[in-house]
């Protein structure tokens, strides 16, 4: 059994501050969501309030329908993974599984048979009898994923739960948790600050800044076409380019960046409407380092300007070119690792230039500090 959570105006305050805002969002059942933000955003609170732990100061969560204003944790059909994990070091790994089960008189052979099938599940198959203590991270999560899945949740609610791993482990656990929940078919609510985390595995995600959720999409949509400068700037790589609406026609801009025109395509809104840009009003042109290209050789230039080399860095897949405009901007340009560079070398000047539809254009507002 899966359920959906919907959070109707969610606004949770500790003292005069408020942790969360007014968050509304609609998590359908089955669904692999996921909140994504910086470090301090509210993410762990908001969680906190699906699971029980907190009770909303203003708002309500709603869960399979059913609001849950005064129902506990354990009253919930939920389960929470913690960051650290929380697991009893000197019990077996059967035993951690088994554990909730046992606290419900649960008798001791249907334990272990389900303990031993979510062993399978979680690709820990005959290590039931293991000390957690002897497990390697990667290892000991999965164990966390088991014992939170043996209460049979219809949500499980995950913070952060990769963090503590590796890169390479927690690649192969983003993949691995996604197959999890396609398997077991439950909601999962999972929540980040890494980017790459969030829109490897989530079939939708909510960019959170500062206790507000900014916007809710697709992993697609929130990277093509964000709806706020900071998520523009949060999610992937971008270059920010400020400056003033010079003409709008047809949700196209030109916007006057420090003397140069640039013409970019008017951003959404989280509604999906066009945001309502006009002429003279501040905005900035996001242009992403992969949709950067050398102008040389291009008839009819346009969106063209010049930029000194800083570095070139190396990143497997892909080449960073970092440059300085004439105006003293950083811009980052990429391309794959097999385009040659070699006449790129460092203190040339290039000349770059993108395509007005790879360009968003939105109203001024913060972006996402570095
Ligand atoms: N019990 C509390 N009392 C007072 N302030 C709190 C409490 N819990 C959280 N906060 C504050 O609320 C804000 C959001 O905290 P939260 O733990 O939800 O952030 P987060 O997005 O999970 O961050 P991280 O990614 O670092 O875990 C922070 O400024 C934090 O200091
Ligand atoms: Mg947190």
Do not use: W
Not at 48 to 63: C, N, T, Y
Not at 134 to 140: D, Y
């Amino acid at each position: 059994m899966s359920a959906d959570v919907e959070l109707q105006g969610v606004s949770i305050a500790f003292g005069d501050f408020y942790a969360a805002k007014n968050v509304n969002v609609k998590i359908e059942a089955g669904e692999f969501f996921s909140f994504l933000g910086p470090s301090g955003c509210g993410k762990t609170t908001l969680l906190r309030a699906v699971s029980g732990f907190l009770e909303p100061s203003e708002g309500k969560v709603l869960i399979g329908g059913q609001n849950m204003s005064g129902i506990g944790p354990n009253k919930r059909p939920t389960s929470l993974i913690f960051q650290n994990l929380a697991l009893f070091p000197l019990m077996s790994v059967a035993d951690n599984i088994a554990f909730s089960l046992e606290v419900r008189g649960v008798s001791k052979q249907a334990r272990r048979k389900r303990a031993d099938e979510l062993l399978d599940l979680v690709a820990l198959n005959g290590q039931g009898d293991k000390k957690v203590h002897e497990l390697s991270g990667g290892q000991k999560q999965r164990v966390a994923i088991a014992r939170a899945l043996a209460v049979e949740p219809e949500v499980l609610l995950l913070d952060e739960p990769l963090s503590a791993l590796d890169l390479k482990l927690r690649q192969k656990m983003r993949t691995e948790l996604r197959a999890i929940q396609q398997r077991v078919g439950i909601t999962f609510i999972y929540i980040t600050h890494d980017q790459g985390e969030a829109l490897t595995m989530s079939d939708r995600v909510g960019v959170m800044n500062d206790g507000q959720l900014e916007q809710v999409g697709s992993c697609y949509e929130v990277y093509q076409a964000p709806s706020t400068p900071f998520v523009a700037t949060f999610v992937g790589e971008n270059n920010a380019f400020s400056g003033k609406v010079e003409k709008v026609s047809k949700s196209i801009a030109k916007v006057n960046v420090e003397g140069t025109s640039f013409s970019g395509s008017v951003g959404r809104t989280t509604l999906g409407d066009p945001h309502p840009v006009g002429v003279g009003d501040d905005v900035i042109i996001f242009v992403r380092p992969e949709s950067l290209s050398l102008a040389k050789g291009a008839k009819a230039p346009k969106n063209n300007f010049s930029a000194d080399i800083e570095t070139i860095e190396f990143e497997g897949n892909l080449k960073n070119i970092y440059l300085k405009s004439n105006k003293n901007k950083s811009i980052r340009f990429s391309v794959p690792s097999v385009f040659d560079t070699s006449d790129l070398t460092p203190g040339s000047t290039i000349e770059l230039s993108f395509a007005t539809e790879s360009a968003i254009v939105l109203p001024s507002g913060p972006l996402a500090l570095d």
